[in-house]
């Protein structure tokens, strides 16, 4: 292929589908790009891959020099906090050079309050190398990893395409071998109690739907009996076991409803009791502690509370209520122990850690909040495998502090710093500030904002003047997920150029409990885009960013974000980068044989009822590209995998090829490919550090930030 061929944009074969639905006709050009095995797929894959390569190629330079910054804040050789867990310290290490993690544990000794130690004359062995894993392997991902109580065997999954199609395998610790056992399509997984009974949940083979429970136990060679099917396609399986190990329970539910079963872990063929049928839009967790149920559930409040229950009598009507916060604060989740109980709830937004005491009847007792010293952050509970701790285990993280590991000690109620993530190449968090915002959207709905920037690059608005920094922001907005706010070391490449960066936690998202996920969900989803419309135009008013120098980001959903807002107010933006972006909303929601499509219709509305289609169609991306202002298209890259599962591959290539036909201004419309990977781009740290070199590149170039004409090509 020639250059000035290659400089050409692909264009797509336009072959129009026409379905009627509901009075309206939804034309599809590209609707044969659904053929994953066509020749012609492939070469225009191949060809969208060449333009991309042929326009970026005047970037090569800086994507190496970003490569090479972000590596040098990167500590390459490294090794976690061990975590305690019956005798053992595990942990996770990884090696300069090697892209891959190495699970490997050591022994441990107890000091005389009961702590678990490193053993100084106790060799390492390793668990899982998955170096080792992925050798002739273009992807490699492990789904999870479990040692049996008796912690002489390993079960872990492994996914080698990127699909998230993951085989389960068994392994004997002392020997380092793979044993026969095996299972495909796997999903969870936990260890019965006599270490020779393994749970697993399989998915379906067309859907991906978690929907069937098996038992097996080691070496046997009969088909696995199932346990459990569940048949209602919104409801997903999950299995796993109690803190204490004295249960195994298995959960199913959707995006709105859930319940639980049990069976004793020291019985694995006894039959799963059910601890209170499910009820339409009510969900419940459940943990047990001394005979009895402590359950996390929303069913009396959006904000969720906890309740107990005794084992002999789960059901409903014998809850009783074990804490209940304040109308405005969201109770997110609970860690049970012997003698105390951790609640994790959100205040304005932010995380907040409350450790309770557990008196000897099991309610609760006095209670030390966990303090953080920044306006914006993320807390979370860390790894606690052990039940009878007097330490719990927190990770702490901020926009401007790298991640640090913490044990609160219960009894002193004090935290001691184990370690924070070692930031190399000159790093001074000094030279940084953080902010917290909150942003008025039209419908008055307050939103929060966290920013950061570095100090003496940050040139905001002063006497009339507009800011001059350009503005980067990233939203997600669906699913109830709260946006985490967090360091990065890739992200210093941008902030030491002066970007200012923004997440903005719009409706949709989990920030603010249940109420902020109902409020930009279903037939309220535009919330979503115009609180993100919103968010820019406030913080571009009060100089966080010119006006003519705003970037913004997302992907999967946030994809469909990018797609909404672009179409709405183009002009409003430079950049765009969308990764594996859900813009084709009605011909993927209307067909039900896609992976995760019925399950969805409890977040994005079921189309085949008429009112939630019209609602649908008048935000989906695709479908509206001809109301867009063909002149005012920002410049884009849009970023997908042959192999995603959860957002197939064909939706961001049609959107591309769509949006290609009908622009006229001269901005660049790029589409890359990544053929060996899914969902989550390239599996290797290497080669997941140069696709976001690869991003920036793209984003400093066409901001202006850095003039490639003047860079040497070729590295």
């Not at 097996?216 to 459990?228: A, C, E, Q």
């Not at 969201?330 to 049970?336: G, M, N, V």
């Not at 000159?426 to 940084?432: I, L, T, V």
Request: glycine share 8%; aromatic share 10%.
């Amino acid at each position: 292929m020639q250059q000035s061929e290659i400089l050409t944009p692909p264009v797509a074969r336009r072959q129009p589908v026409v379905t009627s639905v509901h009075g309206h006709s939804l034309q599809d050009d590209y609707a044969w790009m659904r053929d994953k095995e066509s020749p012609e797929l492939l070469a225009h894959l191949a060809a969208e891959n060449a333009y991309t390569a042929a326009v970026m190629q005047p970037t090569e330079s800086l994507q190496a020099t970003l490569y090479a910054e972000m590596l040098s804040h990167i500590k390459e050789t490294d090794e976690s906090v061990p975590t305690p867990d019956r005798g053992w310290l595990y942990s996770t290490r990884t090696v300069q050079g090697s892209q891959y993690p190495i699970h490997c544990r050591r022994r441990g000794i107890r000091d005389a309050s009961g702590v678990l130690l490193p053993d100084p004359t106790a060799e390492e062995k390793i668990l899982l190398d998955v170096n080792r894993l992925a050798e002739g392997q273009a992807f490699m991902a492990v789904g999870g990893i479990s040692v049996s109580p008796d912690t002489r065997l390993l079960a872990y999954s492994t996914d080698n395409t990127g699909f998230g199609q993951y085989t389960l395998h068994i392994r004997d610790l002392a020997t380092g071998l793979d044993l026969s056992d095996t299972a495909q399509r796997v999903g969870s997984f936990t260890w019965a109690g006599d270490s020779t009974t393994l749970f697993y949940t399989t998915e379906d083979e067309v859907t991906k739907r978690q929907d069937k429970c098996f038992r097996h136990t080691l070496g046997s060679n009969t088909i696995d009996p199932l346990v459990f099917h569940e048949t209602d396609e919104r409801f997903n399986l999950g299995v796993g076991s109690t803190r204490d190990d004295k249960y195994i329970l298995l959960e199913s539910g959707s995006h709105t409803t859930s319940e639980v079963r049990f069976l004793p872990a020291h019985a694995p063929t006894s039959a799963f009791t059910l601890i209170a049928p499910r009820i339409d839009d009510q969900e419940y967790y459940a943990d047990h502690r001394e005979g009895v149920f402590y359950i996390r559930t929303n069913d009396a409040t959006r904000n969720f509370r906890m309740v107990t229950t005794r084992v002999e009598s789960p059901a409903r009507e014998s809850w009783t209520e074990f804490y209940r916060g304040a109308p405005d604060i969201p109770l997110e989740d609970f860690d049970l122990f012997q003698t105390f109980c951790v609640l994790t709830e959100r205040k304005a937004g932010l995380p907040i850690l409350s450790v309770y005491d557990l008196l000897p009847d099991g309610a609760l007792g006095e209670y030390r909040e966990i303090a953080f010293p920044e306006p914006t952050y993320t807390a979370s509970a860390g790894a606690n495998h052990e039940f009878r701790s007097t330490h719990f285990r927190y990770s702490y993280t901020s926009l401007v502090a790298p991640p640090s590991v913490y044990d609160y000690d219960v009894q002193q109620g004090t935290s001691h710093l184990l370690k924070q993530q070692e930031v190399p190449g000159g790093f001074d968090k000094s030279r940084y500030a953080s902010e917290r915002l909150w942003v008025e959207a039209q419908d008055g709905a307050m939103i929060p904002v966290s920013l950061v920037y570095r100090r003496d690059k940050f040139r905001p608005t002063r006497d009339n003047e507009t800011g001059e920094n350009p503005l980067y922001l990233y939203g997600y907005g669906s699913y109830g997920f709260a946006l985490p706010v967090g360091f990065s070391p890739t992200r210093l490449a941008l902030l030491d150029r002066g970007v200012v960066i923004a997440y903005a936690h719009i409706r949709g998202g989990g920030e603010l409990g249940d109420a902020w996920h109902d409020a930009g969900k279903m037939m309220r989803k535009q919330n979503t885009f115009q609180d993100f419309i919103d968010v820019v135009e406030h913080l571009v008013q009060e100089g966080y960013g010119a006006a003519d120098r705003v970037a913004i980001e997302g992907g999967s959903a946030g994809g469909l974000l990018m797609g909404a807002v672009v179409n709405m107010r183009p002009e409003l933006f430079r950049v765009v980068l969308s990764h594996v972006p859900f813009v084709d909303v009605m011909n993927t929601m209307l067909d039900a044989s896609l992976p995760l499509t019925v399950a969805e219709y409890e977040e994005w509305g079921n189309p085949n009822l008429a009112d939630d289609f019209h609602y649908m169609l008048h935000y989906s991306p695709y479908e509206n590209l001809e109301k867009l202002n063909r002149d005012a298209v920002p410049a884009m890259l849009v970023k997908t995998s042959l192999n995603d599962s959860q957002v197939m591959y064909w939706e961001p290539v049609k959107y591309v090829a769509r949006l290609r036909s009908l622009k006229r201004n001269a901005t660049p419309l790029l589409l890359h490919i990544n053929m060996e990977a899914g969902h989550g781009g390239a599996s290797g740290r290497y080669d997941y550090l140069k696709e976001i070199a690869f991003d920036y590149a793209f984003l400093l170039r066409e901001l202006g930030v850095e003039d490639c004409s003047k860079l040497p090509v070729g590295v």
